[in-house]
């Protein structure tokens, strides 16, 4: 039940109003003032019962504002039987003694007898009571006791609009619709509030009853002025002067009166449904919002002025840990962390004075603090917002307790692989879809010689040597064309140009990256000089090794399968008694075997050309040439051959001694093998010489020569190019070459005219040159 | 069909020797060619065929192989029986002169008696 503190103060007034005037008048009944009586008799145009109903209504009226029910009820049962009755008596023209019930009228005043309430006021009574008794009985203003309580304003109304138009010809308030004024004011102020309390609906309805009362009212009276006009035409006594104006005055007056009443009629209806309207479409948008804020995923807040919570949604809740009704009412510096909580008191201030705004109107990411205790990034967007009643601010929250989480791990994961990608010994280098390069890493600056500054932003065709600097976009819009991938997805050897020009050899591996914002390529790369060099190295040192190792097999192995034979034959001819043949069969025997065992010599000197280390040493290249020519000669003496020096005596080489002595030896030994047994004046032209730091050895002869088909094959291993001449290992040559290129130098073949000339070039040797050089050590 | 001449083709000496003494040991009726290497043989093999040819792998100039691959387009009339002789025991050797259809047989050193009735049989059956 409402408490009753916060009573409306009209219905108290009315009901004054109504006790003040009706005890006034049953006092001047009672004393029956004459004088009164004389001057003033409309005051007693309210009889004593009247006056006594008036005073019940009064207290009734009052009861029912204070929820005194019943109290209500009883006294409005007592009012309506009393107008009842009333009623009853001008019906059926009984007299019951009600006049004189509670005085004696000393006077009749307008009514047909005295002391009786004329039935109009009986009638206004009658309705008022009901309206009362039903609002008792219901607790609350209802639409019938509105309805009646109407109806009853109405009477009053019509009685006090025929005395302003001056309709009343006479005193006579016996007319069904008519009352004494001083009746018609109580009832208009006891019906006025009658309909104006009662629920807070009823208040908002006035314009709309105000309304209706008027045009009900004058509907009343047009009525009532056609009733009389046609009456006084069959009255013959009925006669004043001016009849004719008194008739315009009326035409005139229901003229403007219909017109009024088109008017009014329209704006209640206009007035009825807009408010019918705007009271549905308040609600439902009313419940719409609240459905909005209560269902949304963000929290929602309001605050005043101070900082006071005025509303919460139920995000709100889950958001802080606190329950509504612990937030509501409190200062929202409750959910903040310090120094917030401190300052944002000054914050409100502040923008109150200056217009300053730290998160208004922008939204920002703040922190939070849970009824825990616990502290958590949200984002806060405030509006402000400008009421009739003053200035609010509301607040969109948002828990990023999560996606602040999530951002940290992303950020602490791109570390970490950037760490990676940085550190990594392979190059990382990425490209958008026009090849322009995009992130490079650390091992990209030391492959390519570029600083990162240099690459980024540049063609990635700048890391490439021709052809595929030039081809390189065109791969990579025919890729996006068609699909087909060079490189991508597989990974190759290509080449790539360093910053000072160099090519060199590289893996490359490219995988096709899509992202939202378009196609990007990372390729991972890898310098493979040094492996390919290597690689190099190690397929010709197999190879050489293969090669040696088919040869030996057979050449080591073919002298032996030969004598095998020629043991056979010597049995035979032992058998047979040949001793001739028997002596040419191990002869040849014997020769295999030398065959042998130089072969087996050579290929000591080769092994130990590759592996024996040697100091450089000053050679004197005459000597080392004469000791090579003698003993050549004690082998194969050709006293026609004529060798002709041109070394200077004093000449030195500094060199490695055994690997020369080798060199030498084959040059001269060769020269000497190889002549032509038909030459008139066989020679060999020997030079050697220092010039430009290059130390050279040249052994001309006018010998067989070399078939043009068989040189490229000259210095390979097991090469023997003469059929007829087969005393040879096929290493000689393949020894020479090791020899020079283990002395940091060269051999290479001229033919000439007639007979050949090797030329071998070695670097000038200096002090210090160890055995580093060595390449087959 | 007889076997009335052979062609040894081999650039050691004592090979040469060795293949001429056995073949007359074994058949002194049987002529023996000789040649020091593939492109001495091809300049004989045009003057005249003989019912078999001994081929050595190794040999300086042109090897047993460049001579079977000269010999095989060069040639529309090859010798009957064309055998192998040789020190070499590589399989892929072996594989690669039995690939030409008139290469019948592959020996190692030395020749015998043994070889040379293989290809009798060889020619005759």
Known sequence: MKPNLDMDPAPLLAGAYCILAGAGVAAAWLVEPAGLAANVPAIFGMVFNAALGFVLCGVALIAAEARHLRVTLVLATLVAILAGLTLFEHAAGADLGLTRLFVDPFLDIGAGMAGRMGPSTALAFLLSALALGLRALRGRASRAATSIAFVALLVAVISLFGYVLGLDLADDWTGLLRMSPINAVSFTVLGTALLMTGDAASRRRLPFLAASLAVAAYMALLVIAYVQLSSQETLPDFDFSGQMDARRTLSSLILISGTVYVGLVSYTAWSWARYRRSSASLFDSQNRLSAVIDNAVDGIISIDERGTILSVNPVCEKIFGYTRAEMMGENVRMLMPEPYRSEHDGYLANYARTGEAKVIGVGREVEGRRKDGSVFPLDLAVARVELSDGLIYTGIVRDISERRRLIDALAESRERLAAVIDNAVDGIISIDAAGTITSVNKACERIFGYAAQEMLGENVRMLMPEPYRSEHDGYLSNYARTGEAKIIGVGRE????????????????VARIELAGGVMYSGIIRDISERKSQETALLEANAELEEFAYRTSHDLRSPIASSLGLLGISRDMLAAGDRDGLAGTLQRLERNFVRLDKMIQNIIVLTRTKLVPEEDQEINVRATVAAALDAVSQIEGNPRLQVNLAIDPELTFRTKPTKFQVIVGNLVSNAVKYQDPDEECPRIDIEAATRDGVSRLSVEDNGIGVPPDSRQMLFKMFKRLHPDRSFGSGLGLYILRKNAEALGGTARYEPKEKGSRFIVELPEGRRSDGDELDPGG | MAMNSILVVDDEENDQFICEYTIRKFDPTI???????????????????????????????????????????????????VAMLTSSHLGQDRERAMSYYFVKNYFEKPLTSEHLAVMRATLEG
């Open chain 2, 31 to 81: 002529e023996v060619l000789k040649a020091y290497d593939g492109s001495e043989a091809l300049a004989l093999l045009r003057k005249t065929t003989p019912d078999a040819i001994i081929l050595d792998i190794n040999m300086p100039v042109m090897n047993g192989f460049e001579f079977l691959d000269r010999y095989a387009v060069e040639f529309t009339v090859h010798a009957p029986v």
């Open chain 1, 494 to 509: 290509v080449e790539g140009r360093r910053k000072d020009g160099s090519v060199f050899p590289l893996d490359l591996s």
